[in-house]
T-cell receptor
Framework: AQSVTQLDSHVSVSEGTPVLLRCNYSSSYSPSLFWYVQHPNKGLQLLLKYTSAATLVKGINGFEAEFKKSETSFHLTKPSAHMSDAAEYFCVVSDNYGQNFVFGPGTRLSVLP | DGGITQSPKYLFRKEGQNVTLSCEQNLNHDAMYWYRQDPGQGLRLIYYSQIVNDFQKGDIAEGYSVSREKKESFPLTVTSAQKNPTAFYLC????????????FGSGTRLTVV
């Protein structure tokens, strides 16, 4: 069965500094991995996805994530945080057949001026 | 523009009442999903439907019911049997399996009064 661990429930960074949101997964199959962002009282928006192509995935708004199979990790990064990045971020794993889609508990990102 | 529309945005229910949350998509997606989100928790799957006239229970289906009579529509009924219905409800769709990623609606916040 798949599972997702997001190691930090809350991350706080200053505007202009790098962002690192950590995600580790467990999967019996070759997983597809996703990062979604949710602003308050809004739906979730897809940031990026990994589906067994390039291990470094670039997404929207300057975010990227690297799939590391040996570490079972899919950490989300951004070189320079912007105030508008403040939101909840979810790491998601899907099995190879797309029948099982598991959300992590989320990491709340705060960006300080 | 294609997308998913959830209505209403806010819904108040008296104890003992059934209420129905609407979810409509014009993306021509085959699969649709309902998730429940509680504060500080990830998303939990209520029901999903891969094709018209077929749907499957998710992890927390008790107290909920759905129908899928049309490809575009996947309404969720929260019945009086659901003991703790106050939550944020998100509808999503995908073109096929979850490997393609989901498109989410903007959510309905249900409060029991």
């Amino acid at each position: 069965a798949q599972s997702v661990t997001q190691l930090d429930s809350h991350v706080s960074v200053s505007e202009g500094t790098p962002v690192l949101l950590r995600c580790n997964y467990s999967s019996s199959y070759s997983p597809s991995l996703f990062w979604y962002v949710q602003h308050p009282n809004k739906g979730l928006q897809l940031l990026l996805k990994y589906t067994s192509a390039a291990t470094l995935v670039k997404g929207i708004n300057g975010f990227e994530a690297e799939f590391k199979k040996s570490e079972t990790s899919f950490h989300l990064t951004k070189p320079s945080a912007h105030m508008s990045d403040a939101a909840e971020y979810f790491c998601v794993v899907s099995d190879n057949y797309g029948q099982n889609f598991v959300f992590g508990p989320g990491t709340r990102l705060s960006v300080l001026p | 523009d294609g997308g998913i529309t959830q209505s209403p945005k806010y819904l108040f229910r008296k104890e003992g009442q059934n209420v129905t949350l609407s979810c409509e998509q014009n993306l021509n997606h085959d699969a649709m999903y309902w998730y429940r989100q509680d504060p500080g928790q990830g998303l939990r799957l209520i029901y999903y439907s891969q094709i018209v006239n077929d749907f499957q229970k998710g992890d927390i289906a008790e107290g909920y019911s759905v129908s899928r009579e049309k490809k575009e529509s996947f309404p969720l009924t929260v019945t009086s049997a659901q003991k703790n219905p106050t939550a944020f409800y998100l509808c999503a769709s995908s073109i096929g399996t979850a490997n393609y990623g989901y498109t989410f609606g903007s959510g309905t916040r249900l409060t029991v009064v």
